[in-house]
Each structure stands twice: as C-alpha cells, then as structure tokens.
C-alpha cells in the first residue's frame, strides 16, 4: 500500500496536478528542493528531504537523497522482519513510491554550445541511485519515471486503495532499468568520444565503446528466411519521417522482408519530395531494389508510370507514394497484388477500397526530412558503423564533361536517374525519359552486365531506351560500360567520375555524341 512518495524532477511538467492526486489518496509527499519548492506554491503539504535526512542539499545539490533515510526508507524488504526492525531502530520511514526524472544529460550535450563542465554538472547520481534502489525493491515500491504512466497508476490507486499490484511495479521497474542503462550508456558514449583536450565540438562521432538503445516495436514470426528469428527495434528518439514512425492501418503483420523493403520503398519515395520533377512520386521496390520509379501530376499517374518500367516484377511489390493515397491511385492499385502500399494519408475512398483486400498491409508515415544518425551493418564478431548516405548533388555540383550540353530535357532525365540510382543496389545502372524508369540493372558484379540488364529489362517491359538517360551509380571503369549503355540507346549519361581512364570515358561520350555529367558524389549502395 502507498502511503508515502518521493518526488524529485528536474522536468517539472505535469507533477503538479500528479502530486495533487496523490495527496487527495491520502499519501504523504516528500520532495527535493526544487520540486518541493513548487510543491508548496501550489499548497501542497510536502516534507523536504532535508529534513528527512537533517543534512542541508549540499555540493550544489550533487548531494540530496543520497542517505539511509532515503535508501533505508526505498530498499527495505516489507516482508522481512530484520530489515523492518532495521528502520525501526534508525527512525527510518518506508517510501512506497518514487518519481522522478534526471538531470537532461542528453538534451544538454546535443548543445552546440555545451561545455564540458555542463556535461559533467548533468550527470545525475542521486536520482539514478533513487530508481535505482525502488525498482530493485519493486514489490514493494511503485516507481515512475514517465509521465505517461501517471495517469494508469493514479486509477490503479484509486481502485484499489492505494495498493499498486506486483504486475504494474515489475513493469514500471522493468522500465527504469531500460532508461538508467540508456542514461549511462549515453554518458560513456559521450566521454569515450572527447579527445584529451575536453573539445565538446571536437569529440568523435564514433565513440571507444559504443552503447545503443533501441526499443522493440514487435518479434516476426520469422527473419529473413522462415528458419531465423527475427524482431523489429525502433530508435528511443523517433526520427522524423523515419519509416519507424509507421501506422499500419490494416493488414496481415509486417515480416521482416516487409519492413526492410518498405524502408527502401519509403526513403527513396520520400527524395522526390520537393523540387524533384512532379507533384507525386511513386516507388515499387521488389527484394530491396526499385523495379520502376516515376513522378506525375497525381499518385495515379505516377503509379501507372512506374509500374510500365517492370509490370512482372511488380507484383507483389512494396510500394510508396510521397503524396496522399486517393480514391483514383487505390481502384487502380487494388487490381495488382501488393504487400505493403505506404502513404502519407489514405483518403477515405481508399481505405473504403483497401477495407475488402484485408491482405493488403495499409502504412501511414508522416513526411519528414530527417536522416538516421547512423547506418549499422553486423559483420562477422563487429559492426559496420558509417554515416548515412544522405547527400543529394545539386545541379549547381555538377559537372558537364562532354562537348556537347544536355538539353534541358536531358538535364531533368539525368537528374531524375540520379537520385533513382542512390537506391539501387550496386552495380546500379539505371535508364530513365520523362520523369520514370525504363529500365534498371542492380547488384550485378559487373558494371557492364547491369547495363545488359537494364536494357534486357526495358527490352522486357516494351519500353524503347531511344533518347534516355542513363545513370551509373559509381564511375566506368572503362568505356566498354558506356559503350553498352550508348548502343542501349542512351543519349545522355550522368556518373560521378573520377576513374583514372576518365578521359578514354570522356573521349568515348564525344564519339558517340552524347552528353554527359559528372557528379563528382558515389552512391554504392550494398
Ligand atoms: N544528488 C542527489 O542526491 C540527487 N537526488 C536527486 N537528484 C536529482 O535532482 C532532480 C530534482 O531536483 P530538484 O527537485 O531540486 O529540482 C532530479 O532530476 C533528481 O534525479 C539528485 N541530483 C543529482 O545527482
């Protein structure tokens, strides 16, 4: 049973009315300084720790709770006889329930301007040693570090006079030992990344140990292959317009396979959004890769455009739409089988159309321009740790290296295969006229062979490469690359560069009369 809290928060939102539903419960409030403070601004009866402890908050409050009074009062076990006599004897009190929130360590070092006595000064101990100790002794102590779990508890209390049941504290302590090793694994990453001078700006982005924290959002019945487990774990700080944000309106479970094409299908959607050549985009990706890619005047037309690249591999395909999903895009859409069709909002004759293909799994994803702070790929005993490849070449970067100009036409082609051939697993080459993909050859071992393919491909399709745009997503080694590509019927040609047989590159695309552009930007994708 609660009879006595302890509130102690450096976030002081919402504790207020929380306090003053504890103390209509009947339960007697203590609190630290400043939370006690507040307390009594609004007139509520609250006990300083102080003078629980006799000891003034003491080393700029580096010293509050840390004292047997409090940890007495915390870690004591109701139900063992000694440890009550224990209290008894020192004139200790028990404390049935904790809140709190610690100093915003992360918040302060994401500071440009942070310096490292800053840092240090929000490293919390006392609250740590506070949560700590109550959630170890969660049979008997209630502990809160999150405001959202205010309310659930205060009805608990309330339905059951003031009695917490076992199945709540174990949740509630389950969590704060989640929050104190995220706490301190953002600590040591933070210190294990400054060098010896101290420079706040100058730490490392990639620090001696690296601690991570994710939270899991839901176990697959299977991984990539039915014989492997699998889970899905979101970042604790959402990103926005991150996939993770996704709310599926209907459908079987996301798979494992579902979740990692849909992110393909979602980030490359979302790069059209902008100045990117049409009011809608739409993506079909098929095993990680885009199997057609195109922008229109509205989602229907930008489906119907991308399917034309490569209507076989589409079905069953993951799609996206960087624009709401109409009534138009989802009658014409329902007639192909489709594993997941992302949006970011349904309209209601949408959902009214999806509402009878119940197989088809609906995600809404805000739009947002964030990227993850970090790419992870696990390698034998290690991880692979890189920034994300999240750089878009302006028109302004490039380079022109034929003599002769890309019309503007060519300019728009070439712009539009560009930014397709980021998400192309490598070797990427990708065929593009008019705002969508005619033909797409990736993850080949040879350059030279995914560009036989994306022209097999288009060849496939009936779409003529005649006058197209060809994309390659890192340089041609030799011209026996472009060559193909030329002889595809490409009539520009858009590449980084920066090959040591550039020039033989350069002198091939004179030959051939084409123009071509040099991004002086890779985009191997793995
Ligand atoms: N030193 C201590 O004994 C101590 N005890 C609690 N705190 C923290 O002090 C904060 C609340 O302080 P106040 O109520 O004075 O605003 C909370 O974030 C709590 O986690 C402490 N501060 C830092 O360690």
Known sequence: MIRTALLSVSDKNGIVPFAKAL?????????????????AENNLPVVEVSSLTKFPEMLDGRVKTLHPMVHGGLLARRDFPEHMAALKE?????????????????????????????????????????????AKNHQDVTVLISPEDYAPVLAELKANQNVVSYKTNLALAKKVFAHTAQYDGAIANYLSALGDDLDHKARSSYPETLHLAFEKVQEMRYGEN???????YKDIYPVDGALANYKQLQGKELSYNNIADADSAWECVKSFTGNAGGAAACVIIKHANPCGVAVGATALEAYEKAFKTDPSSAFGGIIAFNVPCDGAAAQVISK????????????????????????????????????NNFDFKRVGGGLLVQSPDSKNVLQSEMRVVSQR?????????????????????????????????LGIG???????????????????AGLSLKGS?????????????????VNGGASCAIQPGGSMRDDEIIAAANEHGIAMIFTGTRHFRH
């Open 23 to 39: 103390h209509e419960q009947g339960i007697k409030l203590i609190s630290t300084g400043g939370t006690a403070k507040l307390l």
């Open 90 to 134: 020192h004139g200790i009190d028990t404390i049935d329930m904790l809140v709190i929130n610690l100093y915003p360590f992360n918040e302060t070092v994401a500071k440009e301007s942070c310096s490292f006595e800053d840092a240090v000064e929000n490293i919390d101990i006392g609250g740590p040693a506070m949560l700590r100790a109550a």
């Open 226 to 232: 039915p014989h492997q487990s699998a889970a899905f």
């Open 336 to 371: 192909q089988f489709v594993e997941v069709l992302i949006a970011p909002s349904f309209s209601d004759e949408a959902k009214a159309i999806f509402s009878i293909k119940q197989n088809v799994r609906l995600l809404e994803i805000p739009l947002g321009s964030a990227f």
């Open 405 to 437: 100009q890309p019309t503007p036409s060519e300019m728009n082609d070439m712009m539009f295969a560009w930014r397709v051939a980021k998400f192309v697993k490598s070797n990427a080459i990708v065929y593009c006229a008019n705002g969508m993909t």
């Open 442 to 460: 990736a993850g080949q071992m040879s350059r030279v062979d995914s560009a036989r393919m994306a022209s097999i491909k288009a060849e496939n």
């Open 469 to 485: 745009a060809v994309a390659s997503d890192a340089f041609f080694p030799f011209r026996d690359g472009l060559d193909v590509v």
